[in-house]
């Protein structure tokens, strides 16, 4: 069965370091998503992604954070200068189109940021 | 007002109970609907669409009124697996088109006890 697949599944980061999370969406999807769960907390909205440019963002995707799609096939999450408050789950997500099909999400990124 | 609010939970049941769960949305842009689970430190993975005539999947029937903005989940005939946090998820698809996203509740949780 076809897979979302993130890698790394953990990573510990300084903080004020940037880093860069990856994504191997579902190769026939169209429509991307990161998004976050703090430990403990709901999964929340970063953004939506089509067509190789950012259809959505919530309050929480602000400057410090972009995402790109650089080779058709990967899709990354770039935080440029973490903070502690960063750490999270952070979960790629892709769905083949925009109405009522499911999304499929990877497995998961954990970020500490000390 | 939260976009999607559900029972906080937690639910704490005995096998073979019936247990249903309760969620609401806010935004007429909401077009589709789903039931997701998620295990302890894993990421969502789909249990059921939500049609508006109603569905069953087995144990699972979920239900939905679009007139009280209204979604909801039984389980039938608990199993020690079904303990898990249940997400409620709304796709937010404006009729004007563009872009589309996935609000999640903050999820019920379920404990099945034997």
């Known amino acids: 069965e076809p897979e979302v697949t993130q890698t790394p599944s953990h990573q510990v980061t300084q903080m004020g370091q940037e880093v860069i999370l990856r994504c191997v969406p579902i190769?026939?999807?169209?429509?991307f998503y990161w998004y976050r769960q703090i430990l403990g907390q709901k999964v929340e909205f970063l953004v939506s992604?089509?067509?190789?440019?950012?259809?959505?963002k919530s309050e929480i995707f602000d400057d410090q954070f972009s995402v790109e799609r650089p080779d058709g096939s990967n899709f990354t999450l770039k935080i440029r200068s973490t903070k502690l408050e960063d750490s999270a789950m952070y979960f790629c997500?892709?769905?083949?189109?925009?109405?009522?099909?499911?999304?499929?999400f990877g497995q998961g990124t954990r970020l500490t940021v000390v | 007002r939260k976009e999607v609010e559900q029972d906080p939970g937690p639910f704490n049941v005995p096998e073979g109970a019936t247990v249903a769960f309760n969620c609401t949305y806010s935004?007429?842009?909401?077009?589709?609907f789903f039931w997701y689970r998620q295990d302890c430190r894993k990421e969502p993975k789909l249990l059921m669409s939500?049609?508006?005539s109603g569905n069953e999947d087995g144990r699972f029937t979920a239900q939905l009124n679009r007139a009280s903005q209204y979604i909801s989940l039984l389980i039938r005939d608990s199993k020690l697996s079904d303990s898990a946090t249940y997400l409620c998820?709304?796709?937010?698809?404006?009729?004007?088109?563009?872009?589309?996203?996935?609000?999640f509740g903050a999820g019920t949780r379920l404990a099945v006890h034997p």
């Open positions: 997500a892709s769905r083949e189109d925009a109405g009522s099909t499911e999304a499929f």
């Open positions: 190769s026939n999807h169209l429509y």
């Open positions: 992604f089509y067509n190789n440019e950012i259809s959505e």
């Open positions: 935004n007429s842009a909401s077009q589709s």
């Open positions: 939500v049609y508006s």
């Open positions: 998820v709304v796709n937010i698809l404006p009729f004007s088109g563009g872009y589309n996203k996935l609000i």
